[in-house]
């Protein structure tokens, strides 16, 4: 809330994956998917984010910013230019990463609005 992109950047990218994958193991759903040799691993944030539950509870257009923003090489590509340190200090401060803050402040306020739902006891 202080004009300070680049830490929230640095703390949101990484929450916001996370929090995808908490709310679908609240709710009883996989995160993982089988790879190649059959062994099961974590689905990626890309995977998560083209997951029709994802999309139920985000939205398609939340989901589709979210996805040009942080994960795909023809959008901001946010998530792995962070990762492998190639932003530059300056690209803190531009529409893309002012909008992901915003994004993030928005999927609070759909989680509040929206919980997990308590499992049903057998």
């Keep these: 809330m202080t004009d300070d992109y680049l830490t929230a950047a640095h703390l949101l990218v990484p929450?916001?994956?996370?929090?995808?994958?908490y709310r679908h193991q609240a709710e009883g759903k996989s995160?993982?998917?089988p790879?190649?040799?059959g062994f099961d691993e974590e689905k990626d944030l890309g995977d998560l984010l083209w997951d029709p539950f994802t999309r139920k509870v985000l939205g398609t257009d939340l989901c589709f910013d979210l996805?040009?923003?942080l994960t795909h090489r023809f959008g901001y590509n946010m998530?792995?230019?962070?990762?492998h340190g190639l932003?530059?200090?300056?690209?803190?401060?531009?529409v893309p990463t002012i909008y992901f803050w915003w994004l993030c402040l928005h999927?609070?306020?759909?989680?509040?609005?929206?919980?997990?739902?308590?499992?049903?006891?057998?």
């Design 35 to 37: 790879n190649r040799q």
């Design 15 to 21: 929450q916001v994956e996370n929090a995808i994958r």
């Design 79 to 83: 998530r792995n230019f962070l990762a």
């Design 87 to 94: 932003l530059r200090t300056e690209d803190f401060q531009t």
């Design 67 to 69: 996805t040009g923003l």
């Design 31 to 33: 995160t993982t998917k």
């Design 107 to 122: 999927i609070c306020y759909l989680m509040a609005v929206n919980p997990p739902t308590e499992p049903e006891a057998a």
